[in-house]
């Protein structure tokens, strides 16, 4: 399923157009994004929540020469799935 697909699925399910669908799908994303850059955790009961976190420096490996090389510390967004997705192959 990708994007379009979902648009489309919004609006039958809605009874709405394929424009207001496309334009509630992006705000959803656009919450995801300015909740992370913001550290905000955004939670969503029942569907899972996505958080940002601290990805520690560490050691690697350059598989083409095998030297070890230095991996930086990072931000990283997760996603934690709520009771709904964690229930459905059950």
Do not use: H, Q, W, Y
């Not at 697909?5 to 496309?22: P, Q």
């Not at 959803?28 to 958080?51: P, Q, R, Y």
């Not at 095998?66 to 709520?82: H, N």
């Amino acid at each position: 399923m990708n994007k379009s697909d979902v648009v489309d699925r919004m609006a039958k399910a809605s009874n709405i157009t394929k424009n207001a669908a496309e334009k509630a799908l992006n705000e959803f994303i656009n919450c995801v994004v300015d909740s992370a850059k913001s550290n905000d955790k955004l939670i969503l009961v029942g569907f899972g929540s996505f958080s940002v976190s601290e990805r520690k420096e560490r050691n690697g490996r350059n598989p083409k020469t095998g030297e070890i090389i230095k991996i930086e510390s990072k931000k990283v967004i997760k996603f934690k799935p709520g009771a709904k997705l964690e229930t459905i192959f059950d």
